[in-house]
């Protein structure tokens, strides 16, 4: 159990010193370099996958299979990468042609800020297509997003949680931990950590995914702003009200998918009661079956007196 503490516990102790959690992150372990914003360039973004650990792609090196979705720039697909060590199996998000370059920067930037990550429980990086159609290639994750997995495992109503389901659970709520533990300590800030950014490999593991400041305007769980597209129901009253996001929202955030993880997918309120809900005091109560100690984890990340309204810190 010790293990899902070392994010949250770490972060929500460290709240009231704002700089003890950059300094210190996570047990002090050395993630390598801090986080580098990406360019706001197209060009000067090409400079930066040079040499990076990742390769260079060309169309001919990635072969698409099956189409997997639709997003704001273009489409996903399943396919195959060949390169020296062999063929293996990627996810690609490829750009439509018809856009323009404002959305293809956004689009480049998220290749940007992923060549900067390297670990287990964060999504991984092929590589970059930049001549046209441009495409990323990353990791492919068989079993798809956390949220529809857990809804395929949700049990019928009249069931409790098999004991060999809550560990599975409990293993989804340490690698997400593991996975933002690295994110806070590369001072990265998500924004938008929820079960359906969460991937789910073959062998049911989770991989923290879409890191990209674009998001679906149709999709119900965001409100648009003046600032930009925010998830309601997983984002910190700080964040909603002043736009101040942090490590410490992202902490919030983590104890929504927490939530999303023991109540199996389950969205108790809308997006306007949530915001409504929330300012008077209100939490969740605990799913069916959570364990108290992850509970406590959860009421510790959504604690208002460790998520300063100082809007003068705004990112």
Same mark, same amino acid.
């Given at each position: 159990?010790?293990?899902?503490?070392?994010?949250?516990?770490?972060?929500?102790?460290?709240?009231? /010193?704002?700089?003890?959690?950059?300094?210190?992150?996570?047990? /002090?372990? &050395?993630?390598?370099?801090?986080?580098?914003?990406?360019?706001?360039?197209?060009?000067? $973004?090409?400079?930066?996958?040079?040499?990076?650990?990742?390769?260079?792609?060309?169309?001919?090196?990635?072969?698409?299979?099956?189409?997997?979705?639709?997003?704001?720039?273009?489409?996903?697909?399943?396919?195959?990468?060949?390169?020296?060590?062999?063929?293996?199996?990627?996810?690609?998000?490829?750009?439509?042609?018809?856009?323009?370059?404002? &959305?293809?920067?956004?689009?480049?930037?998220?290749?940007?800020?992923?060549?900067?990550? &390297?670990?287990?429980?964060?999504?991984?990086?092929?590589?970059?297509?930049?001549?046209?159609?441009?495409?990323?290639?990353?990791?492919?994750?068989?079993?798809? /997003?956390?949220?529809?997995?857990?809804?395929?495992?949700?049990?019928?109503?009249?069931?409790?949680?098999?004991?060999?389901?809550?560990?599975?659970?409990?293993?989804?709520?340490?690698?997400?931990?593991?996975?933002?533990?690295?994110?806070?300590? %590369?001072?990265?800030?998500?924004?938008?950590?929820?079960?359906?950014?969460?991937?789910?490999?073959?062998?049911?593991?989770?991989?923290?995914? &879409?890191?990209?400041?674009?998001?679906?305007?149709?999709?119900?769980?965001?409100?648009?702003?003046?600032?930009?597209?925010?998830?309601? %129901?997983?984002?910190?009253?700080?964040?909603?009200?002043?736009? %101040?996001?942090?490590?410490?929202?992202?902490?919030?955030?983590?104890?929504?998918?927490?939530?999303? $993880?023991?109540?199996?997918?389950?969205?108790?309120?809308?997006?306007?009661?949530?915001?409504?809900?929330?300012?008077?005091?209100?939490?969740?109560?605990?799913?069916?079956?959570?364990?108290?100690?992850?509970?406590?984890?959860? $009421?510790?990340?959504?604690?208002?007196?460790?998520?300063?309204?100082?809007?003068?810190?705004?990112?």
């Amino acid at each position: 159990m010790e293990s899902v503490y070392e994010y949250a516990e770490h972060a929500v102790n460290a709240m009231e /010193d704002e700089q003890k959690i950059y300094e210190t992150p996570c047990d /002090d372990e &050395d993630y390598g370099p801090i986080y580098s914003k990406p360019p706001t360039q197209v060009e000067k $973004i090409y400079e930066t996958f040079e040499g990076k650990r990742f390769c260079k792609l060309f169309n001919r090196d990635i072969k698409t299979l099956k189409h997997l979705g639709s997003g704001e720039f273009g489409v996903v697909t399943h396919g195959v990468l060949t390169n020296v060590n062999g063929e293996f199996e990627v996810a690609v998000k490829q750009l439509s042609n018809d856009v323009n370059n404002k &959305d293809k920067l956004r689009f480049l930037q998220e290749a940007a800020i992923m060549c900067q990550f &390297d670990h287990d429980n964060v999504i991984k990086l092929y590589g970059v297509v930049t001549e046209a159609p441009v495409m990323i290639a990353l990791e492919y994750m068989s079993r798809g /997003d956390l949220r529809n997995f857990l809804y395929i495992m949700r049990p019928s109503s009249q069931e409790t949680l098999h004991p060999k389901l809550s560990l599975l659970l409990l293993k989804f709520c340490q690698e997400i931990a593991a996975g933002m533990a690295y994110l806070a300590g %590369k001072q990265f800030v998500h924004r938008d950590l929820a079960a359906r950014n969460v991937l789910v490999s073959k062998n049911c593991i989770c991989k923290i995914a &879409d890191f990209g400041m674009s998001r679906d305007l149709l999709n119900e769980n965001y409100y648009i702003t003046s600032g930009g597209k925010i998830p309601v %129901k997983w984002t910190a009253p700080e964040a909603l009200h002043y736009q %101040k996001y942090s490590i410490q929202s992202d902490v919030w955030s983590y104890g929504c998918v927490l939530y999303e $993880i023991w109540s199996m997918g389950y969205e108790e309120l809308s997006g306007a009661e949530t915001v409504q809900k929330v300012d008077t005091g209100y939490r969740l109560p605990p799913p069916p079956g959570c364990p108290r100690t992850i509970y406590r984890v959860m $009421i510790k990340c959504w604690h208002p007196d460790h998520h300063s309204l100082d809007r003068s810190q705004s990112y």
